[in-house]
């Protein structure tokens, strides 16, 4: 650490750096025990926009605005600040309109994001939007139901486990295994509880679908329909039973205040203000 305190980590570009999991273990070398949080290991997260909120609201000013980044087929790609609440028409005036007549709205990014409406508002969790041709394969993917993802697992999935081998979560030494979630859903078994709590380690970030299947499968979207689906909200892992009781993952030992990182996530980005 420098003088003032801070020192700067410039991650390399990689995916799934959104993933506070993966962040903590690239920044700091620890690994967060599934089912726990950063601080479990001495670490808090934040983004930038949270910490100017922060700013923001100890000067008595509330959440009323977002800069959303605004990319796909639209005149004039950008961020912009704009007021929570705006319609998504109007914000992808402001990036110039867009450039096709027939088009689709991801509320989120290429990975994880969802469709929404073209009468959406921005939310106060909206990050980014993407404008795409109406038959571009992300809309189509993201567009199956359920039943037809579920039927394509039960029938096309061949156990070959390189969702698995991509799984940013399993490469930290969680038990998450995407291929056996597949396997039991081919075999009917999404209601044990051994699936589902491996369906909570999940992050949702979508490497094993881009990265890893072969097949057109969807693991992710499997694993998010589990939780969705689940009556038990709360995952069984030794940390979330007994904050004390040791965890697959272990930690390297307690750690002292001065261990502590406050790791802060800055993404450069060109901001118009409208
Ligand atoms: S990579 Fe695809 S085919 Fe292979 S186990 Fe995973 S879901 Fe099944
Ligand atoms: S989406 Fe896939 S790769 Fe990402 S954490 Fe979940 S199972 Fe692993």
Not at 35 to 41: K, Q
Not at 107 to 128: N, V, W
Not at 148 to 159: E, F, G, L, Q, T
Not at 228 to 235: E, F, G, I, K, M
Request: proline share 7%.
């Amino acid at each position: 650490m420098d003088a003032q305190g801070i020192e700067l980590f410039f991650i390399p570009d990689m995916y799934p750096a959104g993933d506070e999991h993966v962040l903590v273990h690239e920044v700091t070398g620890r690994i967060v025990p599934e089912g726990g949080i950063p601080l479990h290991v001495g670490v808090v997260v934040s983004n930038v926009q949270t910490l100017i909120n922060i700013a923001q609201a100890l000067e008595g000013q509330p959440v009323t605005d977002k800069y959303v980044t605004v990319t796909g087929e639209v005149g004039k790609p950008s961020t912009v600040k704009v007021p929570i609440g705006m319609l998504i028409d109007e914000i992808l005036l402001l990036a110039g309109g867009t450039t096709v007549r027939e088009y689709t709205v991801i509320d989120g990014g290429p990975m994880m994001g969802k469709l929404i409406q073209k009468d959406a508002t921005i939310r106060k969790t909206t990050g980014g939007i993407i404008v795409l041709p109406q038959d571009h394969s992300l809309v189509v993917e993201k567009g199956l139901t359920w039943p037809v993802i579920s039927n394509r697992a039960k029938s096309v999935c061949c156990n070959c486990r390189a969702c698995t081998d991509v799984c940013p979560r399993n490469l930290l030494g969680h038990r998450l295994e995407p291929h056996r979630i597949m396997q039991a859903i081919g075999r009917g078994q999404i209601n044990e509880s051994e699936v589902l709590s491996k369906a909570f380690l999940c992050s949702e970030c979508g490497a094993c679908d881009t990265y890893g299947c072969s097949m057109g499968l969807s693991p992710r979207r499997v694993n998010a329909e589990l939780k969705r689906q689940s009556p038990v909200q709360v995952l069984e892992t030794p940390i979330m039973k007994n904050p004390k009781a040791p965890v697959l993952i272990v930690s390297s030992g307690e750690y002292q205040p001065s261990d502590y990182y406050i790791v802060w996530v800055w993404t450069s980005m060109n901001i118009r203000h409208p």
